[in-house]
């Protein structure tokens, strides 16, 4: 088997590049490990928790014993299946703030400031809030609000305001910063996949799409040349005629980088796979967004626990296949917010997910029955770890050392972001609604304790990035230059979430398909023209906290 392209990963970045080549008539193979994405528990919005804890759709990785929060491994669901994380995620829409975009400018990611990236956004979007300069209402990915009609959801926005804070209507448009609704990959009450928005009309136009297991870049020469893969119980080799495209994940990518002998030329010695390129940055800057559950129950049965039961989830799971709508057609992230952890602070580091239903990501409902949540994490961590190789061999898991709150600030801010929380939940909104606090507890007041209670209960928001650093050729730990080609080989690029310099404020499903575009337009030698469209940015940032 042959293809002129040949692209690892049917995730979000590698549909969104199948799609634009193939549109343009270019021959495009993917290869993806898992299987098909067909069925309620990945297309019903309601059931996002079921995929991300199915070994069927899930690579099953977790991380190594985290020394900072008590030992614990935690786990970093990453997608096996047609569409990759974006057929497992929780679908909330986040494009991040435009100063994320001009950092990546600033170390060495040139052409990726905020200016170059918001006409790929708005060229993948299909927004269905009304017009605005700001979105893009013609492109392949849904983007869609819930219902917002329950009462929780609401009193989250008013209770932001009541404590001072910015109300903003659109935290993809001009203005990030603030309280407001949130926006999901949810189309006619069914998950919007990069499946469903990108590859399915790339194989209309001729793109293949492959089930196999990747297990190294064929080189010859300093060259990549095809890709190696089991199939069917077979080593098979993909060849490319003229590039390979890793869009495997973060996790996957520079594990793939490693055993094709791109990567620390030690720690491939370590491993007996010879140097093609020794690029000490591989598998390094490995980021991701850490966030606690503040939960409490509810005095009144407004929230989903109604729903809570046998008889709750069969009238949802009916409703839902029989109409495409209910409780089941929202992933029920509904309400959101950005807001600043300090004055001083130009833009928003802290981000809230709210959810009006006291419940895990693992589908483990909090006891003390009706209740609501605000997830809450810091957005710009300095921790940094790493992604290595376990073995030589490709069925092997990487070794994934997040090296959570190894930074004392992550601390500090983590503390912030429970007291602010408290502080919104104090408001005269939540009133009606408003009982006793079941985590962190009323009692839960001391930084010590606050601190233990981090190292307990602070889960990953599932945002892995950066271990394929984008930067400039002549540096020495970019992975990639501006255009997504690998340094030191040729005809190897790296589309994904890996190559994000720093990570982005909010979700990474956006950003990822944004990736995706914008390096399939430098593969085909193109690129949309920079807009000047200026952000809100708070007037009162340099002295007021809100």
Known sequence: MDADFVIVGAGSAGCAMAYRLAEVGRDVLVIEHGGSDAGPFINMPGALSCPMNMKMYDWGYQSEPEPHLGGRRLACPRGKVIGGSSSINGMVYVRGHAMDYDHWRETGADGWGYADVLP????????????????GTDGPLHVSRGKRDNPLVQAFVEAGVQAGYEATEDYNGAQQEGFGPMEATIHNGERWSAAKAYL???????ARVVRALAQRVVMRDGRAVGVEVLRGGRIEVITARREVVLAASSLNSPKLLMLSGVGPAAHLAEHGIPVVADRPGVGQNLQDHLELYIQMQATQPVSLFKYWNLLGKAYVGARWLLRRDGPGASNQFESAAFVRSAAGVPYPDIQYHFLPLAVRYDGKVAAGGHG??????????????????????PGDAPVIRFNYMSDPDDWRDFRTCIRLTREIFGQAAFAPYAGAEIQPGAAVLSDADLDAFITEHAESAYH???????????????????QGRVIGVDGLRVSDSSIFPRITNGNLNAPSIMVGEKIADHVLGRSLPPSNDQPWISPRWETAQR
């Open 200 to 206: 399915r009309p790339a194989q209309k136009r001729g």
């Open 464 to 482: 892995p990035c950066g271990t394929c650093r984008m930067g400039r050729a002549d540096d020495a730990n970019a992975v990639v230059d501006p």
């Open 120 to 135: 790929y956004f708005r060229r993948m979007e299909h927004w269905h809030g009304g017009q605005s300069p700001w979105r």
């Open 372 to 393: 609501f949540q605000a997830h809450v994490g810091p957005m710009r961590s300095k921790s940094r770890g790493a992604v290595t190789l376990r073995s030589a061999d």
